[in-house]
């Protein structure tokens, strides 16, 4: 059975940071892409950012520049660091698994769904 494990989310100031991981089980992350998404209170769950086996990164528009995608196969892992944090990235971030080696945005291409982790930006 897959599993993704998300952790790290937490309650951070505006400007701060926090590091988010995906971790994966009963399977490695060759040939898989993993997204991570979110979704905010009374809206709808968007793509955020996405990483392929091979290296390929995909940023939504909103986070370009302040997060990144990283993954380290020895720890199957995948990590979302997030950076200068503003109030409208509160939501619950999870990550998203598939058999894919390109870039997969849309939430309907993935198969596999962690239980979500919850980020909090307020001052």
């Known amino acids: 059975q897959v599993q993704l494990v998300e952790s790290g989310g937490g309650l951070v100031q505006p400007g701060g940071s926090l590091r988010l991981s995906c971790a994966a089980s009963e399977f490695t992350l060759d040939a898989y892409a993993i997204g991570w998404f979110r979704q905010a209170a009374g809206k709808e769950r968007e793509g955020v950012s996405c990483?392929?086996?091979?290296?390929?990164?995909f940023y939504t528009d909103s986070v370009k520049g302040r997060f990144t995608v990283s993954s380290d196969a020895a720890k199957n892992t995948v990590y979302l660091q997030l950076n200068n944090l503003k109030p409208e990235d509160t939501a619950v971030y999870y990550c998203a698994a598939t058999v894919a080696t390109s870039i997969r945005a849309r939430e309907d291409e993935y198969d596999y769904w962690g239980q979500g982790t919850q980020v909090v930006v307020s001052s």
């Open positions: 990483i392929t086996s091979g290296g390929s990164t």
